[in-house]
């Protein structure tokens, strides 16, 4: 079955710090991917999608993921993380063509940043 | 250009009644996706639909719920005889009927049932 996985449901960071979140997928085929943030209470935010093309794709807000097919993996990272990050950040992918863009979310990591 | 709209944000029932969620998809948007996000828990697919038309419920529970797109009017996903275990956060999506891959999503319907 096609499912999203994120290893990490809680990551703890100090503000300034590097961040990485992981995300596999498992898919016949590669899917298409997103990274999704989400505040409290609030719906979610794209952060940034790969169809195809270059492996690094750059978002908004800083963040950048990159795909790497040997791995099935799609892992955000972000240089410095700022205060402001802390939410809690789904993975997501769709087959595409009969999928009808069905998206299927990993189970969330949610980030704390400390000052 | 306003985003996806969802009212209310917030919705209290007890147990037997009738919920009704609405979404309206952003301009030009004619594909409209539901996800349920139960506590804990990530989000998962509901139903996908365009205009008039329901294209994959795949991820509808059996009974009580119903979803509909009319020609006029929001997106309607509607819950009968609610019980405690629907309560949960309802997201709605929307994307361009020529690039059906990306979506938008509104802000969520917290529904919670006494």
């Known amino acids: 079955a096609q499912s999203v996985t994120q290893p990490d449901i809680h990551i703890t960071v100090s503000e300034g710090a590097s961040l990485e979140l992981r995300c596999n997928y498992s898919?016949?085929?590669?899917?298409?991917l997103f990274w999704y943030v989400q505040s409290p209470g609030q719906g979610l935010q794209l952060l940034l999608k790969?169809?195809?093309?270059?492996?690094l794709v750059q978002g908004i807000k800083g963040f950048e993921a990159e795909f790497k097919r040997s791995q099935s993996s799609f892992n955000l990272r972000k240089p410095s993380v700022h205060w402001s990050d802390a939410a809690e950040y789904f993975c997501a992918a769709h087959a595409g063509g009969t999928s009808y863009g069905k998206l299927t979310f990993g189970q969330g990591t949610i980030l704390t940043v400390h000052p | 250009n306003a985003g996806v709209m969802q009212n209310p944000r917030h919705l209290v029932r007890r147990r037997g009644q009738e919920a009704r969620l609405r979404c309206s998809p952003m301009k030009g948007h004619s594909h409209v996706y539901w996800y349920r996000q139960l506590p804990e828990e990530g989000l998962k697919f509901m139903v996908y639909?365009?205009?008039?038309?329901?294209?994959?419920e795949s991820g509808m529970p059996k009974e009580r719920f119903s979803a509909e797109f009319p020609k006029e009017g929001p997106s309607i996903l509607r819950i009968q005889q609610v019980v405690r275990g629907d309560s949960a956060a309802y997201f709605c999506?929307?994307?361009?009927?020529?690039?059906?891959?990306?979506?938008?999503f509104g802000p969520g319907t917290r529904l919670t049932v006494l």
């Open positions: 898919y016949g085929a590669t899917p298409y």
């Open positions: 999506a929307s994307s361009p009927p020529d690039l059906a891959n990306e979506q938008f």
């Open positions: 790969y169809f195809s093309g270059d492996t």
């Open positions: 639909l365009q205009k008039e038309n329901i294209i994959d």
